[in-house]
């Protein structure tokens, strides 16, 4: 019973099955297909691997250093000029407060009245200015967008808001009119300075997105480099098993390399990579949050229902949120290695297989016909 057991394993086993399939053909022609088929697999195999890694990489280097700077800054922008008019709406209330008082107290004396708030809300709104002009000449290097009008209306913007606050600051109904002026600028429909700055950021969000999102094109390069590493593994497999049982040869060490490379081939790049577009893709959920933290803090038509709390709370989260996304996207060391590491075996794999068999068929054969 053992023994018939043994004699059905031998005839239907894996081995006796690709015995058979290969009967009809003789040993030459045999590892002459399969050298062509290695070659052929090893190129089409390795070639889409490295598109497909380089793609994932030049994805994430463009994120890092262009689309994510460019929607974080037009966020950083959108709540540096709120901020600014609200900054400067709270210096103007407080100087009217002030001025009230010392006229209901007998006082003439204007030009102190004002120190206090000048020296404390004016550097405030100050320096939230000098924040978005700062933050728009660095987005200037990193978008494709024409800032030029954008840089003119905060330039207005600015021109307003200083001539309310310092040069008209003892002229109550002039500050009122500059203020108000600045305000119109600010949020006029579509052609104010928010509006703008939120068409670009939706813009640029539309190119991060584009740039991060792996496509169906992406997604095939990665189908067919593992189908075609999977036929290469099993060809290699397939020559050794001719070579041991047709030629007498124990295991080939140029086709045992190629197979152990083949199988890091297809597991490390791919794990390495698919890491790598998580991350991406988690930059670019942080980026829609950045722009949904910068427009609920001060939304709605007339933007009247801001408050400077909850604007600076805002800048606080678009900060955290652009240094989570700079620490996430900022180390590319170990994808680096991983893809010098591929194109490396990658080569190995194409040249191995094609000097193992062809010494083989040149040892056994020579140049017979």
Partial sequence: MTTARAASWRSYSPAAFWRRRLSPFRTRRLLQAHLLVLAVCAAVGVSALLVSCRQVLDGTEAVASREASAVQGLAAARLAVLRAYEEADDLDDREARDLDDREARGLDDRDDLTLVGVAGLGETYRAQLSAADQGLSRIADRTDQDLGTVNGLLASYSNSINLGTAMYRDRPLMRQQKLEEAHS????????????????????????????????LQRGGWWLAELALAALALTLLSALFVLRDRCGRDWTPYLLVAFALTVLLAVVPLLTMFSAQDDLDGAVGDLQQITLVSRQSCDGPSLRSCSVDALAEAQQTVTEKSEDIRRQLADETWTDRVYQGTLTGGLLVVVLPVVGLGLRLDSDYGRRP
């Fill in 185 to 216: 600028l600010l949020t006029r429909p579509d052609v104010g300075l928010v509006p703008r700055l939120d068409e670009l950021r939706r813009i640029q969000m539309r190119h991060a997105e584009a740039t991060a999102t792996m496509g169906w």
